[in-house]
C-alpha cells in the first residue's frame, strides 16, 4: 500500500465547468504522476512532477493544468471541461529515486463530463 | 503512433495452464519493462518487471522474458489460477529524466475454473 488516495472517486459535471481532481500521498515521494485511462489506449501521462512547483507535461496534457504546492498533494485541473475528458484519471507515485520506473497507483477517480 | 502494443485484446485459459500474455514495442529507447495488473474499479498494481539488460525474471508464479532484437517481451503465469482473471497492461520506460511509463493497451485475461 503506498499510500495514495484520490478524491473524489467519482463525479459527474458539466461541459464548460472547471474540475479539480486531487491526488494525496501519505510518505512525502517527490515522484508524481497524473495518468488518464481509455479504452483502447491504455493508460497515458498527463502530467507529473518532481517535487514541489517542479511540474512539467505528458503526452495528453492540452486541456489540463497542475499544481504542486505541497510534497503531498498533486492537483489536477480541468480548466473547462469537454466530453473528451470522460475518463477515469489515476495519479501515481514512484517510491524510490533508484527504481523510478515501477510507479504505483491511486485508486481512480472516473469523471463523466455531460 | 503506439510505442507499445498489446495485439491481444484478450485471452482465456483453463485453470493450472499456462497463460502468456505479449507485448511489442517500437522505440529502441526504451530500456525498462513492466507489466501491471488490474481489477474492475481499482488502480493498476505492479506485478513484475526487467531491465534491458537481462533477458528474464521471476518472481514467483509469473516470468517476465524480454527479446530486445525482436523488440518484444512476455508475461508467462504458471499455473494459472483465477484469482489471476484482470486486465494486464505492458509498459516501457527509457531514461529521459522524465521516468514515465508509456503503456500497451491492456490484453483481458480469463481464468477458467
Known amino acids: 500500500d503506498a499510500g495514495i488516495t484520490q478524491s473524489p472517486r467519482h463525479k459527474v459535471t458539466e461541459t464548460g465547468t472547471p474540475v479539480t481532481l486531487r491526488c494525496h500521498q501519505t510518505e512525502n515521494h517527490r515522484y508524481m504522476y497524473w495518468y488518464r485511462q481509455d479504452p483502447g489506449h491504455g493508460l497515458r501521462l498527463i502530467h507529473y512532477?518532481?517535487?514541489?512547483?517542479?511540474?512539467d507535461k505528458g503526452e495528453v496534457s492540452d486541456g489540463y493544468s497542475v499544481s504542486r504546492s505541497k510534497t503531498e498533494d498533486f492537483l489536477l485541473t480541468l480548466e473547462s471541461a469537454t466530453s473528451s475528458q470522460t475518463s477515469v484519471y489515476f495519479c501515481?507515485?514512484?517510491?524510490?529515486?533508484?527504481?523510478?520506473?515501477?510507479?504505483?497507483f491511486g485508486p481512480g477517480t472516473r469523471l463523466t463530463v455531460t | 503512433d503506439q510505442q507499445v502494443k498489446q495485439n491481444s485484446p484478450s485471452l482465456s485459459v483453463q485453470e493450472g495452464r499456462i497463460s502468456i500474455l505479449n507485448c511489442d514495442y517500437t522505440n529502441s529507447m526504451f530500456d525498462y519493462f513492466l507489466w501491471y495488473k488490474k481489477y474492475p474499479a481499482e488502480g493498476p498494481t505492479f506485478l513484475i518487471s526487467i531491465s534491458s539488460i537481462k533477458d528474464k525474471n521471476e518472481d514467483g508464479r509469473f516470468t517476465v522474458f524480454l527479446n530486445k532484437s525482436a523488440k518484444h517481451l512476455s508475461l508467462h503465469i504458471v499455473p494459472s489460477q483465477p484469482g489471476d482473471s484482470a486486465v494486464y497492461f505492458c509498459?516501457?520506460?527509457?531514461?529521459?529524466?522524465?521516468?514515465?511509463?508509456?503503456f500497451g493497451s491492456g490484453t483481458r485475461l480469463q481464468v477458467q475454473p
Open positions: 501515481a507515485i514512484s517510491l524510490t529515486e533508484l527504481l523510478p520506473y515501477e510507479q504505483y
Open positions: 509498459a516501457a520506460s527509457a531514461f529521459t529524466g522524465r521516468r514515465a511509463l508509456t
Open positions: 512532477s518532481y517535487g514541489v512547483k517542479d511540474t
